[in-house]
């Protein structure tokens, strides 16, 4: 199917957004993923929540690393800024590229292959450095490009294909978010859309770093019985402890919601969480509340999902580096390199 291209021209009653493009326009090529591949559905999430932001899509820039997962930033996004790093390399890539130019929004896709093994200090250093991202893990505890190994999120005891049990403890992405200093962690499921749209568009205007874990099964190597991340699964282990809508300022609520304790968390930006708390005990401000909830709710067999932890007062790298408020990549050199008698001055008043 790769030869097959979308058709350039668009039908003229397409609902277009407030920047004027319509959903077609938000789309990338056409996937070569296995024909119900989770990945899929979490591409066309990021397409949806895109076009509700009202995002002009030059103004995103994407990066992935190597893996099934990374290869999806081609099937979205079509327009926008586009780099496909080496294995596990991705949020050094990204950081990078924020640094440079911080006027863009930056979205970095990996996977639980790329992200859980050989990026897991890659993945550490971005998320306790504060880089602004949305940073999406599409989990499904397998190597599919290999053949379907086991990954490093792979649980306990978890079966493969052909009947073999992994012995190894999984490493826990949404755990190592908590700790490490993130600002806004969830985890979701490819298969829940209405879930998994309102948290992408939080991540993405969110003012620090933004983690989703989204399980998201391979249905060549890990959807039988004794995998814990295959859809039978996931749906019947799934436990959310919010339901959420993402507003943004200014516009009407014309959402419908039921009964129930409703928090509104604003961003530093302005916009605006409304969480609504489907678990009486749950307050997703309090970190070390999420991190003791997901271990209970593990140890019961539970996939927590949902908004598990936010900062509404998030900063970023660039607070904390103090650096100019326009993009470092707009300066010109006189301005980066003041000459030899100001790094003089400086050097003087450092002794």
């Known amino acids: 199917m790769t030869y097959i291209a979308k058709p350039r021209l668009h039908h003229p009653t397409l609902t277009k957004n407030k920047v004027g493009y319509t959903r077609r326009d938000y789309e990338g090529r056409i996937s070569t993923l296995c024909a119900g591949c989770g990945h899929d559905s979490i591409s066309a999430a990021i397409v949806q929540a895109c076009w509700e932001l009202d995002i002009e899509p030059h103004r995103v820039a994407k990066l992935s690393g190597i893996g099934c997962s990374s290869k999806t930033p081609d099937y979205f996004l079509g327009a926008s800024h586009g780099f496909n790093t080496v294995h596990g390399r991705m949020p050094s890539v990204l950081t990078g590229a924020n640094l440079a130019n911080r006027s863009l929004l930056y979205l970095g896709v990996s996977g639980d292959g790329d992200s859980a093994s050989i990026g897991l200090g890659q993945f550490a250093h971005a998320m306790r450095r504060g880089v602004r991202m949305a940073y999406i893990v599409e989990n499904n505890g397998v190597y599919g490009l290999t053949k379907g190994q086991f990954s490093a999120t792979a649980d306990l005891g978890s079966k493969s294909k052909k009947g ?81 809508d993402f507003i943004t300022p200014g516009q009407e609520i014309t959402a419908s919601y039921a009964p129930g304790a409703v928090i509104a968390v604003t961003n530093h930006d302005g916009s605006i969480l409304r969480l609504r708390k489907l678990a009486a005990d749950y307050d997703p401000t309090d970190r070390l509340g999420a991190m003791d909830r997901m271990q209970r709710e593990a140890a019961h067999g539970e996939l927590l999902t949902g908004l598990l932890y936010i900062d509404p007062l998030a900063t970023d790298l660039h607070t904390a580096l103090n650096t100019a408020a326009a993009p470092l990549n707009t300066l010109a050199s006189d301005t980066l390199c003041p000459g030899s008698a100001t790094l003089a001055k400086i050097n003087a008043a450092l002794r």
């Open 164 to 244: 073999v049990v992994n012995h190894d403890s999984p490493v826990d992405l949404v755990g190592m978010a908590l700790q490490l200093g993130a600002t806004y962690v969830a985890r979701s499921f490819s298969g829940d859309k209405e879930q998994l749209v309102p948290l992408i568009k939080g991540a993405m205007a969110h003012g620090g770093a933004a983690f989703i874990d989204v399980i998201s099964p391979c249905v060549t190597f890990n959807n039988h019985g004794g995998s814990t991340k295959s859809y039978d699964y996931v749906r019947q282990h799934n436990e959310a402890v919010s339901r959420i």
